[in-house]
């Protein structure tokens, strides 16, 4: 009974170093900023990207139609590849599928995502996105993450739409050639609305590509 007392409060001991480690590892100090080092580890966001979007036909006249058209614009993958420690910023490409092929590709690289506020666990980022299709973003990213506490799997993210990113405000701006202008008439078409994107992390061996 003594030796089997001895290992039951042997285990309680290690039980207690192990959440004790666990959480001064995930503690946050007031006025510091949190490491991010985990959330570049290689990691990967299955995303939907939605608009809502007044179209114009050129500039002095009103939308076409009337009010916004809230349209899908499929899935994306963002990821996270580096975090810089001194000047709070998460790098990351994004991957998206080619309307025409069907094949995979990169769509984006080197999205800056600067820190803003809270914890190593949940945080809100900013980003500037413009591409070669005269189009820009502007995003606020919201990150929720939780990690095992015990088990194989300690201290990685746990998944299945546990770990996810989404956006609280975004900003669509385009211009683009319209398709039915004359040729000797240069009109340029216009998109002016709002953005949303979301979803969870997913491991590596699930990407289509």
């Given at each position: 009974?003594k030796?089997?007392r ?7 001991v290690?039980?207690?170093?192990t959440?004790?480690a666990l ?17 570049a580890n290689d990691?990967w966001f299955?995303v939907?990207l939605t608009?809502?979007t007044y179209?114009?036909?050129g500039v002095g006249i009103?939308p076409?139609?009337?009010?916004p ?7 994306a993958?963002?990821?996270i590849t580096?975090w810089?420690n ?7 490409n994004?991957?998206a599928?080619?309307?025409k092929t069907?094949?995979w590709g990169?769509?984006?690289?080197g999205l ?5 506020a809270g914890?190593?666990?949940?945080f809100?980022g900013?980003?500037?996105l413009e591409?070669s299709?005269?189009a ?9 993450g939780k990690?095992y506490?015990?088990g ?14 989404s956006?609280i405000?975004?900003s669509?701006?385009?211009?683009d050639d319209?398709?039915d202008?004359p ?6 078409e216009?998109w ?6 979301s979803?969870?992390?997913v491991p590596?061996?699930s990407?289509?590509?």
């Amino acid at each position: 009974m003594k030796a089997q007392r001895m290992l039951v409060g042997g285990l309680m001991v290690a039980v207690f170093v192990t959440c004790l480690a666990l959480g001064m590892a995930n503690a946050q100090v007031q006025g510091e900023y949190p490491d991010l080092a985990a959330w570049a580890n290689d990691t990967w966001f299955r995303v939907k990207l939605t608009v809502t979007t007044y179209h114009f036909d050129g500039v002095g006249i009103k939308p076409k139609p009337s009010g916004p058209a809230t349209i899908p614009m499929g899935t994306a993958y963002i990821n996270i590849t580096t975090w810089n420690n001194s000047s709070h910023v998460l790098t990351a490409n994004i991957w998206a599928r080619d309307d025409k092929t069907g094949s995979w590709g990169l769509f984006f690289e080197g999205l800056e995502i600067t820190y803003f506020a809270g914890s190593d666990l949940k945080f809100i980022g900013s980003a500037q996105l413009e591409t070669s299709d005269d189009a820009k973003m502007n995003l606020v990213f919201v990150f929720t993450g939780k990690k095992y506490q015990s088990g194989p799997k300690l201290g990685n993210f746990i998944l299945g739409g546990v770990t996810k990113l989404s956006t609280i405000s975004g900003s669509i701006l385009e211009i683009d050639d319209a398709e039915d202008a004359p040729p000797d008439v240069k009109l340029k078409e216009r998109w002016a609305g709002s953005a949303t994107i979301s979803g969870p992390m997913v491991p590596a061996d699930s990407l289509p590509f």
